[in-house]
């Protein structure tokens, strides 16, 4: 069992709200993720941090942002909520590999779902 | 383009049958591929991680391979289970940026019936 968890694992909200989902990890891990996923396809990396203090946008733009000031610690935020959000965001850790360049296993939580009315 | 193609998209099997899964791969340069069962509703979790030097890795009833050559990976289950019904990611990963960036294939939905 991966030591990763997310808050909430369900949220249902109007347009406009601001929403912050959590994500903890106990391992120790520098890096951490966050992907989004829609039904059927595949995981899309929107924000990743090799460190505290560390933030990078991934491959996908999101309006949303994030914050590390803990290493266990990686919070999304989205500021003003749309439908177009509605979605299933994945959080993920993993260790540094042996070379900067190398991802080492990588452990998911178990997913917020987010649904915006 | 990195891509990661998986095939079926879908299967259904009878509980107690073999399956196999297949993941064709154009990521370059290669770093490792990775199998993930993803349980509806839940996140993924892995079941192995192969390096460019590694044809076979087991995990149980799952067995992947690798041919580095042509660029494809099989994930072969062995005596399904009703607990096997799940969506099966293939992942790559390259080694040519310093993120070590993670190339996901959409996956394949694995039912399986009593």
Same mark, same amino acid.
């Given at each position: 069992?991966?030591?990763?968890?997310?808050?909430?694992?369900?949220?249902? &909200?109007? $347009?406009?709200?601001?929403?912050?989902?959590?994500? +903890?990890?106990?391992?120790? %891990?520098?890096?951490? /993720?966050?992907?989004?996923?829609?039904?059927?396809?595949?995981?899309?990396?929107?924000?990743?941090?090799?460190?505290?203090?560390?933030?990078?946008?991934?491959?996908?733009?999101?309006?949303?942002?994030?914050?590390? &000031?803990? $290493?266990?610690?990686?919070?999304?935020?989205?500021? +003003?909520?749309?439908?177009? %959000?509605?979605?299933? /965001?994945?959080?993920?850790?993993?260790?540094?590999?042996?070379?900067?360049?190398?991802?080492?296993?990588?452990?998911?939580?178990?997913?917020?779902?987010?649904?915006?009315? | 383009?990195?891509?990661?193609?998986?095939?079926?998209?879908?299967?259904?099997?009878?509980?107690?049958?073999?399956?196999?899964?297949?993941?064709?791969?154009?990521?370059?340069?290669?770093?490792?591929?990775?199998?993930?069962?993803?349980?509806?509703?839940?996140?993924?979790?892995?079941?192995?991680?192969?390096?460019?030097?590694?044809?076979?890795?087991?995990?149980?009833?799952?067995?992947?391979?690798?041919?580095?050559?042509?660029?494809?990976?099989?994930?072969?289950?062995?005596?399904?289970?009703?607990?096997?019904?799940?969506?099966?990611?293939?992942?790559?990963?390259?080694?040519?940026?310093?993120?070590?960036?993670?190339?996901?294939?959409?996956?394949?939905?694995?039912?399986?019936?009593?």
């Amino acid at each position: 069992e991966a030591d990763i968890y997310q808050t909430p694992r369900y949220l249902v &909200i109007g $347009t406009g709200k601001k929403i912050t989902l959590e994500c +903890s990890q106990t391992m120790g %891990h520098d890096k951490m /993720y966050w992907y989004q996923q829609d039904p059927g396809m595949e995981l899309h990396l929107i924000h990743y941090s090799y460190g505290v203090n560390s933030t990078e946008k991934g491959d996908l733009s999101s309006e949303s942002t994030v914050s590390r &000031i803990r $290493t266990e610690h990686f919070p999304l935020t989205l500021e +003003s909520a749309r439908p177009s %959000h509605t979605s299933q /965001y994945l959080c993920a850790s993993s260790e540094m590999g042996a070379l900067s360049h190398n991802t080492g296993e990588l452990f998911f939580g178990e997913g917020s779902r987010l649904t915006v009315l | 383009k990195n891509q990661v193609e998986q095939s079926p998209q879908s299967l259904i099997i009878l509980e107690g049958k073999n399956c196999t899964l297949q993941c064709n791969y154009t990521v370059s340069p290669f770093s490792n591929l990775r199998w993930y069962k993803q349980d509806t509703g839940r996140g993924p979790v892995s079941l192995t991680i192969m390096t460019f030097s590694e044809n076979t890795k087991s995990n149980g009833r799952y067995t992947a391979t690798l041919d580095a050559d042509t660029k494809q990976s099989s994930l072969h289950i062995t005596a399904s289970q009703l607990s096997d019904s799940a969506s099966y990611i293939c992942v790559v990963s390259d080694r040519g940026s310093t993120l070590g960036r993670l190339y996901f294939g959409r996956g394949t939905q694995l039912t399986v019936w009593p």
